[in-house]
């Protein structure tokens, strides 16, 4: 049972360069989001999906672009990398948006030289 | 804005000894849900406990519980004969209407032996 995949583990990017880090769940949760990890910050929401089709902002989206095409996939894009995107990020899953278990990812760490 | 607060950046306890973690959170809804999740160094998030508001019986899994007081929105972890794995990141968070889930910015617990 693979969980919650995201790929890739690791990512060097230049100022300006775009990427998608990818994120896969095979539980099918309706509820998927993404936050980014940052020293003393803690955890902070950028995205999340409450089924397919479906998006909505959280607290850090600017930079960010998301979408939810199927169940399984919520991909994320940064469109134009910057420094202060250099981050860890978590894709993380649940039954339903409503107070159940959160299922993560096992992170990505965004290097933006 | 960020609505749970741990005041503790770092603690440390002596393997077997009893360590509390403290929370606060802020929300105006009288229906919620708090956890306390755990990161340890390999980053995967684990839930640790999980408390509805609504109970007012104190969550207990294992060695681990809360000391729930709703009225001071107080939500602590209270960890019992610690031992060297429980040295980790622990992440409080809060669920409540709507809203994603809202996490603290953690507090490093170090177990000594």
């Known amino acids: 049972n693979a969980g919650v995949t995201q790929t890739p583990k690791f990512q060097v990017l230049k100022t300006g360069q775009s990427m998608t880090l990818q994120c896969a769940q095979d539980?099918?949760?309706?509820?998927m989001s993404w936050y980014r990890q940052d020293p003393g910050m803690g955890l902070r929401l950028i995205h999340y999906?409450?089924?397919?089709?479906?998006?909505d902002q959280g607290e850090v989206p600017n930079g960010y672009n998301v979408s939810r095409s199927t169940t399984e996939d919520f991909p994320l894009r940064l469109l134009s990398a910057a420094p202060s995107q250099t981050s860890v990020y978590f894709c993380?899953?649940?039954?339903?948006?409503?107070?159940?278990?959160?299922?993560f990812g096992e992170g990505s760490r965004l290097t933006v030289l | 804005a960020q609505t749970v607060t741990q005041s503790q950046p770092e603690m440390s306890v002596q393997e077997a000894e009893t360590v509390t973690l403290s929370c606060t959170y802020d929300?105006?809804?009288?229906?919620?849900?708090l956890f306390w999740y755990k990161q340890p160094p390999s980053r995967q998030m684990i839930l640790v406990i999980r408390?509805?508001?609504?109970?007012?019986q104190n969550a207990t899994e294992n060695r681990f519980s809360v000391n729930f007081q709703k009225a001071a929105k107080s939500f602590s972890l209270k960890i019992s004969d610690s031992q060297l794995g429980d040295a980790a990141m622990y992440f409080c968070?809060?669920?409540?209407?709507?809203?994603?889930?809202?996490f603290g910015k953690g507090t490093r617990l170090s177990v000594i032996a």
């Open positions: 993380a899953s649940s039954y339903s948006s409503v107070a159940w278990e959160l299922f």
């Open positions: 539980m099918n949760h309706e509820y």
């Open positions: 999906s409450v089924g397919a089709g479906i998006t």
């Open positions: 929300t105006s809804e009288s229906d919620y849900y």
């Open positions: 408390q509805e508001a609504y109970k007012q």
């Open positions: 968070a809060r669920y409540s209407g709507n809203t994603p889930l809202v």
